[in-house]
């Protein structure tokens, strides 16, 4: 029982490494960290934006989990702002949360982003100061730890369950996002409607009409989509219709 469910566990992540889908042994200092061109010209476009964007995580651990960040523009700003969780900057004694003018959709060295969800025009210019808030009221900005949490996709739940209005679903494979804050077993959803239970983020359930069925096992989700169906699968991510 206990070789078929670490198979279970491991069977994506093996899968996007032998594929080749997920490199492995790539060097930072040479990884692409190019912008995908996903989004427009700060300058071209003066309504305002709040995007959620994911990309693989860097070498092995991109087998098994993604990495999330936020990127905003306030209307007829001519740049983004990007906020992230970046554990390195514990080395220098700064905070973990990095928010600063940059491309919004960089490679996250050498993984291709995908946005995950956006709000734009009229409704993101009302919501920006919340989002700005919810960022600097951040629980864990000395605290970092890759597994099970809090990590980078730990802040962008928090930044999302803070502002519910936002209506962004992460995706399962953003391990850290099922550890909940101040040490609660019981919270709404990230995408504001539905609930989640969790134990320090390594066993879990979630249901919500966004998410779905999530069931959380050391940091691993396995799940259902029923909103647009698909199968929700450890490393691999969502088997089914686009999200």
Not at 152 to 157: E, G, I, K, L, V
Not at 161 to 173: I, K, M, Q
Request: charged share 15%; proline share 9%.
């Amino acid at each position: 029982m206990l070789l078929v469910f670490l198979l279970a566990l491991l069977a994506g992540p093996c899968w996007l490494m032998l594929s080749g889908t997920v490199s492995v042994g790539s060097d930072w200092r040479t990884a692409k960290r190019d912008g995908a061109g996903l989004a427009p010209p700060a300058g071209a476009t003066p309504e305002a934006a709040i995007q959620l964007y994911a990309a693989r995580a860097f070498n092995w651990y991109g087998a098994f989990a993604v990495h999330t960040w936020l990127a905003v523009k306030a209307p007829r700003a001519e740049h983004y702002v990007v906020h992230q969780v970046l554990g390195w900057n514990l080395y220098g004694g700064h905070s973990v949360v990095d928010s600063r003018p940059d491309l919004p959709d960089r490679y996250w060295y050498d993984a291709a982003p995908e946005i995950v969800a956006e709000v734009r025009g009229a409704p993101a210019e009302a919501l920006l100061p919340q989002v700005e808030d919810a960022v600097a009221r951040y629980p864990y900005g000395h605290h970092y730890r890759r597994w099970p949490g809090p990590n980078s996709n730990t802040f962008t739940a928090f930044v999302a369950r803070t502002v519910p209005e936002l209506g962004f679903a992460l995706p399962s494979t953003a391990i850290g996002k099922d550890y909940l804050p101040g040490g609660a077993l019981l919270l709404p959803a990230p995408s504001g409607r539905g609930w989640q239970f969790s134990l320090g983020g390594l066993v879990g359930i979630l249901l919500a009409p966004r998410e779905g069925l999530e069931v959380n096992v050391l940091g691993a989700v396995f799940g259902l989509d029923f909103k647009r169906p698909a199968l929700k699968l450890p490393g691999i991510g969502r088997l089914g219709l686009r999200s």
